[in-house]
Nanobody, 126 residues
Framework: QVQLVESGGGLVQAGGSLRLSCAAS????????VGWFRQAPGKEREFVSG????????LYADSAKGRFTISRDNSKNTVYLEIDSLKPEDTAVYYC???????????????????WGQGTQVTVSS
């Protein structure tokens, strides 16, 4: 089992930046790819970005390209999502998820991930 805990969310003005963290514990010796998702009120959970277990490859949704940066520090069992130039439409609960099945492949469908965090709220005011 792997436990994931997100942090770093908050209330920020449009144009600001945030760095979200996803800390893993438990069976962290197993390699995992990690994805970040977000869910706005009344909307489905959507893929934002993903990173392979080694960090050598990343993937971004079109809505995240140019403003979002995913990275990971395996010595700290932590994956980060930095969001710049925040917009009100970025307001959502952000979740990280881990997959042990395809550590070297970034998965997009949420249903394919094995472990989920509880989420961290990001609210962007205009």
């Amino acid at each position: 089992q792997v436990q994931l805990v997100e942090s770093g969310g908050g209330l920020v003005q449009a144009g600001g930046s945030l760095r979200l963290s996803c800390a893993a514990s438990g069976r962290t010796g197993t390699h995992y790819s990690v994805g970040w998702f977000r869910q706005a009120p009344g909307k489905e959970r959507e893929f934002v970005s993903g990173i392979t277990d080694s960090g050598d490859r990343t993937l971004y949704a079109d809505s995240a390209k140019g403003r979002f940066t995913i990275s990971r520090d395996n010595s700290k069992n932590t994956v980060y999502l930095e969001i710049d130039s925040l917009k009100p439409e970025d307001t959502a609960v952000y979740y990280c998820a881990a997959s042990a099945v395809s550590a070297s492949v970034i998965l997009v469908p949420a249903r394919l991930y094995d472990y989920w965090g509880q989420g961290t709220q990001v609210t962007v005011s205009s």
